[in-house]
DNA sequence: AGGAAGATCTACT
DNA sequence: GTAGATCTTCCTA
């Protein structure tokens, strides 16, 4: 791992406009921030799975509904969507004429941590943005994020560069709670971090 | 009306 | 670490 020599700065929208997997992987190590009333709230992703499309028995793809026409809008859209009583946040992601996404699992939390805490009542760093239903609740991101695409100038939510990790110090796994996955394996984590969901 | 859905919490072997 | 209860929304019959 080595700090970015983008620190700091935007991820550009081509970055979104490529296979999930290859998204996923790259978004581990990325700031995300999510502005509220202009104070930052977030930290660094540390876990994420690749959703592909209608091939893909656990993307919403295959599923019909609303969030499948989400889902085939342009690279870099915000999509959130509940499960079990959880919102979940992912990044529409390309190539623009295969529709995929993204899922947020963990990040690692730094900045607005107090804040975080209120919002999720657990005051316990480990446990407050370990899960993808922990991130969305920490951050106070609903469905209404749904307009909005992550390089836009008003958007609430950004991804930032910020470490770069190499090959080896990724982990990989089948994807958490599907209850029909793809032969190969399609959820990401960063190793020896112990903001992941679990190891 | 019924059931499935990328989950979380608690309470323990 | 796993088991079981429970969370809410929306799709399909």
Redesign the pocket.
Known sequence: MRLSPRYGREVEIEFFDRAADAVAMELLGKLLIRFRDNKPLGGMIVET?A?FGEEDP???AS????IKDLMYREPGYILVY?????W?L?IVTGPSEKVS?V?IRAIEPMIGIPEMMDN?G?YEIR?LTS????VTKALDINDEFNRYRVNSEDSPIKILYYIDYEWDEIGRSH??????DLEEPFRFYIKNNEFV???
């Open positions: 799975e959703y656990a993307s919403r599923k019909g509904g609303k509940m499960v079990h009583a959880n979940l992912n996404a899922l999720r657990v446990k899960g993808p239903g922990k994807r958490i709670g599907v209850s029909k969901s679990r190891v």
